[in-house]
């Protein structure tokens, strides 16, 4: 992890209160968008760990991994693909392969789907996402790629809030460990 850039993303990472009625703070990571220094050198670190196992494509889950997601292929130079979820109201039409989750960190069963078109056989799949917990929607996504044929090389997060047998099962990398995030 890159000492400089793990500093930022603490520095600018805040739980937040959300108000009545509310039995637990959430996460803002709102500020490592808004930092200059730190939106130039997500998609480069998250990357770096991958890059000599040449990725052919980049895939990453609404709704942040569509901010993420692009930072990172970008870096490689290589296409992204986004993974939709119903609940955003944005499902695409066409062909598309799903697969539903374990319950996540929410306790929640998430419907994934990816646009049959844009992953085969061939590729060689980086995942990119901004946290990992429970590892439930990762899992779906290994799921859509195998059952489209295309190979999962691992998964780059930013902050890496899973078990590490999850981590190692994965293959999921991270710059940060949540642990190392301000309380
Ligand atoms: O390890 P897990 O238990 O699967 O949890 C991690 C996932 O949950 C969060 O996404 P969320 O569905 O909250 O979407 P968001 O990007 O819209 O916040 C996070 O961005 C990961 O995608
Ligand atoms: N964005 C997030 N994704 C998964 N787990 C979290 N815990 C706190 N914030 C989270």
């Known amino acids: 992890m890159p000492a400089e850039l793990t500093e930022r993303l603490a520095a600018l990472?805040?739980?937040?209160?959300?108000?009545?009625?509310?039995?637990?703070?959430?996460?803002?990571?709102?500020?490592?968008?808004?930092?200059?220094?730190?939106?130039?050198?997500?998609?480069?670190?998250?990357?770096?760990?991958?890059?000599?196992?040449?990725?052919?494509?980049?895939?990453?889950?609404?709704?942040?991994?569509?901010?993420?997601?692009?930072?990172?292929?970008?870096?490689?130079?290589?296409?992204?693909?986004?993974?939709?979820?119903p609940g955003d109201g944005r499902l695409p039409a066409g062909a598309l392969t799903w697969a539903q989750s374990p319950p996540d960190y929410r306790g929640r069963r998430v419907d994934l789907a990816v646009r049959d078109r844009h992953l085969g056989p061939g590729d060689r799949v980086l995942v990119v996402d901004d946290w990992v917990r429970t590892g439930a929607q990762l899992h779906a996504l290994y799921e859509i790629c195998a059952a489209l044929g295309a190979e999962v090389l691992g998964t780059a997060v930013v902050a890496v809030d899973c078990p590490p047998e999850v981590a190692a099962d994965l293959r999921i990398t991270g710059l940060i460990n949540a642990a190392d995030l301000p309380a």
């Open 13 to 85: 990472f805040q739980w937040i209160d959300p108000g009545p009625g509310t039995s637990h703070l959430v996460s803002d990571i709102s500020g490592w968008w808004r930092d200059p220094t730190v939106l130039a050198e997500l998609g480069p670190a998250l990357v770096a760990p991958y890059r000599a196992a040449r990725p052919t494509v980049v895939l990453a889950p609404a709704v942040t991994g569509l901010l993420l997601g692009p930072l990172a292929a970008t870096a490689l130079g290589v296409g992204f693909v986004a993974a939709h979820k």
